[in-house]
C-alpha cells in the first residue's frame, strides 16, 4: 500500500492548486490512498466545512489536524461525524483522537498528537495518550501525525514507538526536513512541509511578518498572495519492508 500525506494546507487558495496536480502525483508515485493534514486551510487558520467538503472531493481519505483544530469554531458541528481526527491529547469531548480508514482489506488507522514543547495549551502527555491508544486500536497499520514545534519531542516519540506504529509524521513548522528514516520499520521526518504560497512565511504573507519582526508589535497575519505554490509531503510504502519517500513539487497558476 502506497500513501501520499501531504503536509499542513496553506489558505484555501491552495486547495484548487491540489486538485489540479493531485492526480498526477497519484500517478506518478502509484497511489492508493492520499492523507492531509488540514488545520489551516480556511484563512490560514482552521477547517470549515465547505473547505472540508473539496478535500472530500479530491478523494481525500483522512485529514489529521492540529493547535488551530479549533480556530473555527463551526468544525464542532461537523467533526465528529466527519473523516477528522484532531489531536488525540486535547481534553474535549469534540471529535476524534484517531480514525479507522479501510483500504481493499486492510484497516489504517489515524492518529493525530500534538507536542507539549513551546505550547501553550493544557495538553495530556502524548507519550501517555499513544500508550493508551495502542490498548485500543485494532488496525492492520498505524500512523501518527505528530504536531508539535520541537524535532527533539517528535524524534523521542519516534525512537519510543517504533516498531509499533508503522509512521510517525511530523507536521507544523511548515518547512520540510531532510532527516526521513526507517527504524525498526517505522518510518519517520521530523516534519512533512506545507502546502501553500511559496514566496511566503511559512505561508503568510511577508511584509506583515517582516514588520512584527522589526517591531515587535503584534500585526494581523494573512495567508500570502503569491501566485507560486509548493506542494509538500512524503510517500509511505506500508509492504514488508516499509518505506518513506519527500515529495517537494513547485507550481504556478
Known sequence: MRILYLGDIVG????????????????EYKINLVLVNAENVSGGKGLIEKHYKQLK???VAGISMGNH???KSEIKDYMNEATICRPANYNTEYGKGYIYINYNNEKIALVNMLGRVF????????????DRLLSEIMADHIIVDFHGDA???KKAFFYDFSGR??????THTHTQTADEQVYNNTCFISDM??????????????ESIIKRFRTGVYEPLKVSQD???????????????????????KVNI
Open 69 to 71: 483544530t479549533f480556530s
Open 193 to 206: 512541509g506545507m502546502c501553500g504560497p511559496y514566496n511566503s512565511i511559512l505561508g503568510d504573507d511577508k
Open 57 to 59: 472531493a479530491m478523494g
Open 151 to 153: 524535532t527533539s519531542e
Open 12 to 27: 484555501e487558495a491552495t486547495l484548487p492548486v491540489l486538485k489540479a496536480n493531485l492526480e498526477s502525483l497519484k500517478r
Open 165 to 170: 506504529v508503522d509512521a510517525v509524521l511530523g
Open 227 to 249: 501566485k507560486e505554490f509548493i506542494i509538500s509531503g512524503v510517500v509511505l510504502d506500508l509492504g514488508s519492508k516499509k518505506t518513506i519517500t519527500r515529495v517537494l513539487k
Open 119 to 130: 505550547s501553550n495549551t493544557p495538553l495530556d502527555c502524548p507519550f501517555k495518550t499513544m
